[in-house]
């Protein structure tokens, strides 16, 4: 029965705030409730209101309906900081799993200046973020930045946020719910520090080169500065103690690698670890092959991509990963 009661509270809060890419408040999704302080404000109005009608007070009668009017009036302009302002959020970047999203929101007023708007993430649990808090000027824009805990990794749905308000008094708080119809891309948490390549038996047969026996070529191509991972025997020493001399960089052979020394990065190769284990050390290897600017190829179940380099290859392993599940087939 608590299940039923449940799903059908779920389907009305969901067809009442579905996901949109712009969210506008107005009269209908805008939400007020007094906040502690305005209920002891309440409170103490109640205790006035008693003690004059007790001694037929004319100025305890004055200052409660005085008091009780400043409540009203507040009531109605914290609604009004709400009113009336639109927002939108550009696609966030990807990020990591354990990490942050960044969201970044824009707020636009039509109307009077807007202070003290707060915008949070609220969690599955219903938990509450870190608030960032703006003031919108009139007929202008604001930017804000929200951060948003990344727990776990693939194409995700972001969270519900909050807008909310407590100006100008504090006493009451207004706010509205925003679901994004936006989704972002969480990538596995990369293995810190990232293990050695894998030499896979797939690449000896295949006559291939994994990262353990990952090799600059030995045509000579050129020279540039020193990159973190480059091999000592790259260094080009005489024009390197010049360089140190002057303080410049060290200055390495640029070599090309064959054709056929290729890197494959396979999840055979992460073995007897647990799932998540190692789709970490295949993002560790995607990254660590990228910066090292080898080809590399990616091999996930069910799925292939044969090497290449530069950021849309690396763009296209991550989201590989960030999907890959164990058994899955293409």
Not at 95 to 118: I, K, M, P, T
């Amino acid at each position: 029965m608590l299940k039923y009661v449940r799903s059908r509270i779920d389907a009305w809060w969901a067809a009442r705030h579905q996901r949109r890419d712009t969210h506008a408040m107005g009269q209908n999704n805008i939400y007020i409730l007094p906040s502690r302080p305005g209920l002891a404000f309440c409170f103490t109005l109640g205790v006035l209101l008693l003690a004059s009608i007790n001694d037929q007070l004319s100025l305890g009668y004055m200052l409660t309906f005085l008091l009780a009017g400043a409540g009203f009036a507040s009531m109605h302009a914290t609604h009004g900081n709400l009113r009336g302002l639109q927002m939108d959020l550009r696609e966030p970047a990807p990020g990591f799993a354990g990490g942050d999203l960044q969201l970044e929101l824009r707020v636009h007023n039509s109307g009077r200046a807007r202070y003290g708007v707060g915008i949070r993430v609220q969690d599955e649990n219903g938990g509450k973020g870190e608030t960032a808090w703006c003031d919108v000027p009139a007929q202008g824009h604001a930017l804000v930045h929200v951060r948003c805990p990344a727990t776990r990794r693939g194409l995700l749905e972001l969270p519900t946020l909050v807008i909310e308000t407590r100006f100008p008094l504090g006493l009451f708080r207004a706010w509205s719910i925003w679901r994004p119809a936006t989704r972002a891309w969480v990538y596995p948490r990369a293995e810190q520090p990232a293990a050695p390549f894998a030499v896979t038996a797939h690449a000896a047969e295949a006559g291939e080169l994994s990262g353990g026996a990952l090799l600059p070529g030995q045509d000579f191509e050129g020279v540039r500065a020193y990159r973190r991972g480059d091999t000592l025997r790259q260094v080009i020493w005489k024009k390197a103690a010049l360089a140190l001399e002057q303080g410049g960089p060290l200055w390495v052979r640029e070599t090309r690698a064959p054709a056929s020394q290729r890197l494959w990065l396979d999840i055979a190769d992460t073995a007897g670890r647990e799932w998540e284990a190692r789709l970490s050390r295949l993002t560790a290897w995607v990254l660590a092959a990228e910066s090292q600017g080898h080809p590399y190829g990616l091999r996930v179940p069910g799925q292939e991509l044969d090497p290449a380099q530069g950021p849309e290859h690396r763009r296209a392993c991550l989201e590989l990963l960030a999907l890959a599940e164990p058994g899955r087939t293409a």
